[in-house]
C-alpha cells in the first residue's frame, strides 16, 4: 500500500498570504496524484487532478506542481473562504490512498 | 451535470450489514467510468473502500475486502455497498463518488468527482 503523508498537518495563515502544503508519497506514483478541499460538513470538491492539472471553475490561486514522490498544493493569496482541510490522493495503484489531510485556519 | 446522492440507514446494530445505495443523476452508468464508496468516520481522514467498474468489475480495499461488496444496477441508475459484520468501528460519512475516466498505466485511475453529499452511518445497538 503507498502511504501519503501530508505536511503540516495544521497552519494557521492570514488572508493575502500564500500557502504551500506538501504531498511525500512512499514510492513513485508518477503523476497519478489529486487534491482536494474539504470544508465542514460538506463533501470534498476536486481542486488539482494528476498533480498538475486544472480544474474548471476552481480559482485560478489554486496549482499543484510535482511528480514521482513529492508533490505540492499551492495557494497563492489566500482567502477567507478557503479555509478548510486539504487532502491529497493517490490513484497510481490499488489500494488508492489519501493522505492525512491540512487543515488550514485563517487568523 | 451529474450529481451522486447517497441513501441508506443511518443506524446499523453491531455485526449486521450496512447497506447504502447511491442514486446517479445526469449521466448514465451504463455508459462507462469507474463509481467509488469512500468513508469518513468522524473528526478523521478518508478512507476508499472500492469502486465498481460499469460492466460489473469491483476492486476493493484489501483492508475491507472480506466485508465487502458493491454492485451496479445499471436499469435504476445506481451502485450499491454491502459491508458485513460491521463494529462501532465502522462508524462513519459514507460517501460516493464518479472517478471519470478510465485506467491507463501511466496515470492510474481517474480523480473522485463528482461526490455525493455523504450519510452518516452509525454502528450501535
Known amino acids: 500500500e503507498i502511504v501519503l503523508t501530508q505536511s503540516p498537518d495544521f497552519q494557521s495563515v492570514t488572508p493575502k498570504e500564500k500557502v504551500t502544503i506538501t504531498c511525500r508519497a512512499s514510492?513513485?506514483?508518477?503523476?497519478?496524484l489529486h487534491w482536494y478541499q474539504q470544508k465542514p460538513d460538506q463533501s470534498p470538491k476536486l481542486l488539482i487532478k494528476?498533480?498538475?492539472q486544472s480544474i474548471s471553475g476552481v480559482p485560478s490561486r489554486f496549482s499543484g506542481s510535482g511528480s514521482g514522490t513529492d508533490f505540492t498544493l499551492t495557494i497563492n493569496s489566500l482567502e477567507a473562504e478557503d479555509a478548510a482541510t486539504y487532502y491529497c490522493?493517490?490513484?497510481?495503484?490499488?489500494?488508492?490512498?489519501f493522505g492525512q489531510g491540512t487543515k488550514v485556519e485563517i487568523k | 451535470q451529474v450529481q451522486l446522492q447517497e441513501s441508506g440507514p443511518g443506524l446499523v446494530k453491531p455485526s449486521e450489514t450496512l447497506s447504502l445505495t447511491c442514486a446517479v443523476s445526469g449521466y448514465s452508468i451504463s455508459s462507462g467510468y469507474y463509481w467509488g464508496w469512500i468513508r469518513q468516520p468522524p473528526g478523521k481522514g478518508l478512507e476508499w473502500i472500492g469502486s465498481i467498474y460499469h460492466s460489473g468489475s469491483t476492486y476493493y480495499n484489501p483492508s475491507l475486502k472480506s466485508r465487502v461488496t458493491i454492485s451496479v444496477d445499471t436499469s435504476k441508475n445506481q451502485f450499491s455497498l454491502k459491508l458485513s459484520s460491521v463494529t462501532a468501528a465502522d462508524t462513519a460519512v459514507y460517501y460516493c463518488?464518479?472517478?471519470?475516466?478510465?485506467?491507463?498505466?501511466?496515470?492510474?485511475?481517474?480523480?473522485?468527482?463528482?461526490w455525493g453529499q455523504g450519510t452518516l452511518v452509525t454502528v450501535s445497538s
Open positions: 490522493h493517490q490513484s497510481s495503484s490499488l489500494p488508492q490512498t
Open positions: 494528476y498533480a498538475s
Open positions: 463518488a464518479r472517478q471519470g475516466g478510465y485506467y491507463d498505466i501511466l496515470t492510474g485511475y481517474p480523480p473522485f468527482d463528482p
Open positions: 514510492q513513485s506514483i508518477g503523476s497519478s
